[in-house]
């Protein structure tokens, strides 16, 4: 990441997308750009008085990974990812906010080479998540709780999609279990939340206001940071 501890806040707003992490820069007083290593912006500024840092993790568990970990190296304490998601549950519909409680995972090379065979628990913080759902009623966002599938291969679920929906799982993503699981390991309270862009099995798609909920979802996600004791 190209940073030093005293650069970065411990508490850290992460996504997926870099224009995502830039655009909501503008939420902060004062952002200052700390690193954009290999492309991933780094922006640390103060929201409401609180100084929080916003970093980009790329796509799926390898590269999230990496950045859960150096975010740990250099003293975050409160993880919370805003991304994006698609739905399988009837109540996941497109345009609400989902609140990702706890995360399911299978044939996860990355989370299989930290934890081997043992199926690692992946759920995020509680606290966290009450904080996140809080937040969210007082925006007066649309939200489900559920559980997500954190899944390697974007461009391979539909046929996956049926059996994973029948098991209950409500989202599919590529994320939330590396952070759950990893905070776990390295001491981070974690939380997430994902716009949830299409659902697969009603055919849903979130076509008009996108970048906007995405704002709201980033503004949700730093006034529960704000509000988050360490």
Partial sequence: MKARPEQLSPKVLVAGDPDRIEIASSLLEDPVLVSRHRGFPVITGTYKGEK???ACHGIGAP??????????MLGAKIVIRAGTCGGLSPEAESGKIAVIEASAYENSGTLRQYFGEVSMPAY???EVTLKIVEVLGEMGLEYHRGVA???DAFHKV????SRWGKLG????EMESAALFTIGRYRGLKTGAMAL???NMISGSELTEGREELELKMMKAGLEALRRLQI
């Fill in 52 to 54: 929080i840092t916003l």
């Fill in 63 to 72: 590269s999230a990974a990496i950045v859960f970990e150096e975010l740990a």
């Fill in 124 to 126: 995020a913080t509680p």
């Fill in 149 to 151: 599938l954190s899944h």
């Fill in 158 to 161: 539909e046929e996956n999609a």
């Fill in 169 to 172: 799982i409500d989202f599919l």
């Fill in 196 to 198: 949830i862009v299409d």
